[in-house]
């Protein structure tokens, strides 16, 4: 079983896709890496627009480090035929901030539910195949306010801990958002106290 550190998780590189095709229906996976439930609904509209006249968009999805947000969707096939099979692939990878969709065009012939269960199973697999899993590390979004005569202290921080800089502010009254690999977060807010005229606040992710 692969252990991980305390701050980082399994993950796909980018988007990918799969295929299966079974007495005439084709089913079209669509992976993606993702960070919140505003990005799996933002991928399912694209998907639906795109694919319109398809007859189901199952899908599965796990967010967060301890992978405890999850949900499967069968999108009208029988309970359980489809967005499970999709959701156990993606936790036999013991993967999190992943959603795979499942478009299915239906080819005339029923499958059952057995054959369904293949169906998404395999589809789903496939377009992990043809990814990438990658270990991502846990960062949180922090803010600093400080005043402009402090600057080279909180740079000095920032360069000791290889902070990433995503947006910065310099006037007399000074802000930097930054992002923290979770588990130097505690350490960080402790020198950031002990410095005059700073101060932090954690954004989330």
Do not use: W
């Amino acid at each position: 079983m692969f252990s991980a550190p305390e701050d980082t998780y399994l993950t796909l590189q980018r988007e990918s896709e799969g295929v299966y095709k079974e007495k005439g229906s084709k089913f079209l996976a669509f992976a993606f890496p993702v960070q919140n439930e505003e990005e799996v609904k933002e991928k399912l509209e694209v998907l639906r627009k795109k694919f319109y006249d398809a007859r189901h968009h199952c899908y599965a999805y796990v967010l967060g480090r301890n992978r405890d947000i999850y949900r499967a969707n069968d999108d009208g096939e029988p309970n359980h035929s489809a967005g499970d099979p999709i959701l156990g692939q993606i936790r036999s990878h013991q993967l999190t901030n992943v959603l795979i969709v499942v478009v299915r065009y239906f080819g005339g012939t029923k499958l059952g539910v057995g054959g369904l269960i293949t169906a998404y199973k395999t589809a789903a697999a496939d377009s992990i195949a043809n990814n990438e899993i990658i270990t991502a590390v846990q960062q949180e979004k922090v803010k600093i306010d400080f005043e402009y005569l402090r600057m080279n202290e909180v740079m000095k921080l920032i360069k000791d801990y290889e902070l990433q800089i995503i947006e910065q502010h310099f006037d007399n009254q000074c802000q930097i958002i930054l992002k923290v690999r979770q588990k130097l977060l505690d350490e960080l807010t402790q020198k950031i106290s002990e410095l005059d005229a700073v101060k932090m606040h954690v954004l989330g992710e």
